[in-house]
């Protein structure tokens, strides 16, 4: 039986991160909201299932319905190769993953930093305030973290965790590719200043399963309604 993937159509978002471990793993699954939102909008909105949702993405694996993107990568990881067999890497893994999330909320607040009840207009005087503080501080205290958990791996600093590819290693290309169309005068010197990183983005984008799927029409471009959005005034050379 084919995963199911549950996330907003038109976006990347949060569902990349779970789409870019089925596919490099060439896993069976279906991206249920390209063609039917109305099935998410149901299980979100039901009143018999007794472990709803609170909001996409989530995952349907026969019975079982998972949510949070950490979550479902704790759970998929494992069956997909994408972990490791050690049990103390594994919650390591684990908390890269919550690390990443936490990141994405800063990246997200940059441009909605009132209320996402708000548009962008709306709050651009707090945003460009909040960007800045972003750049100067937020953004080399993540990248500088994940430089160094690549670079402290004893087994050579080519993955995040243990000697094998990862969910983890997954989701950091994908928050690169995000920051370089985001922040790309900000990025710009990124692969001298994090030079570990910049290898780990370039070894995933070759990897058979993800060039391909890079080059699919399954692949959803970054856009002004995701999470990592492109205001040319929030970004600035990274000096």
């Known amino acids: 039986m084919a995963y199911e993937l549950y996330y907003w159509d038109g976006i990347p978002g949060r569902g990349e991160f779970i789409r870019l471990a089925l596919e490099e793993a060439g896993a069976d699954y279906v991206d249920v909201v390209r063609k039917d939102t109305a099935a998410m909008m149901k299980i979100m909105a039901g009143r018999t299932e007794p472990h709803i949702p609170f909001a996409p993405p989530?995952?349907?694996?026969?019975?079982?319905?998972?949510?949070?993107?950490?979550n479902i990568l704790f759970y998929l990881g494992p069956k997909l190769g994408l972990a490791p067999d050690d049990e103390a890497l594994r919650y390591f893994t684990n908390g890269l993953q919550l690390t990443i999330a936490d990141f994405l909320v800063e990246v997200h607040d940059t441009h909605h930093p009132i209320a996402v009840s708000q548009y962008y207009e709306e709050q651009k005087g707090p945003a460009l305030a909040r960007a800045a503080s972003f750049l100067d501080e937020r953004l080399p205290?993540?990248?500088?973290?994940?430089?160094?958990?690549?670079?402290?791996?004893?087994?050579?600093?080519?993955?995040?965790?243990?000697?094998?590819?990862?969910?983890?290693?997954?989701?950091?290309f994908h928050v690169i590719e995000g920051l370089l169309y985001a922040f790309p005068r900000a990025m710009t010197r990124y692969?001298?200043?994090?030079?570990?990183?910049?290898?780990?983005?370039?070894?995933?984008?070759?990897?058979?399963?993800?060039?391909?799927?890079?080059?699919?029409?399954?692949?959803?471009?970054?856009?002004?309604s995701g999470i990592f959005r492109h205001y040319p005034e929030l970004d600035r050379d990274d000096g």
């Open 58 to 70: 989530f995952l349907k694996d026969g019975d079982m319905l998972i949510s949070h993107v950490a």
């Open 191 to 224: 692969e001298a200043r994090y030079p570990a990183l910049a290898a780990l983005h370039g070894a995933v984008r070759e990897r058979p399963n993800i060039k391909r799927y890079l080059a699919s029409d399954r692949r959803l471009s970054f856009n002004e």
């Open 141 to 172: 205290k993540y990248l500088g973290y994940f430089e160094r958990v690549l670079q402290q791996n004893p087994h050579g600093g080519k993955h995040s965790v243990g000697n094998r590819l990862s969910y983890v290693d997954l989701s950091l």
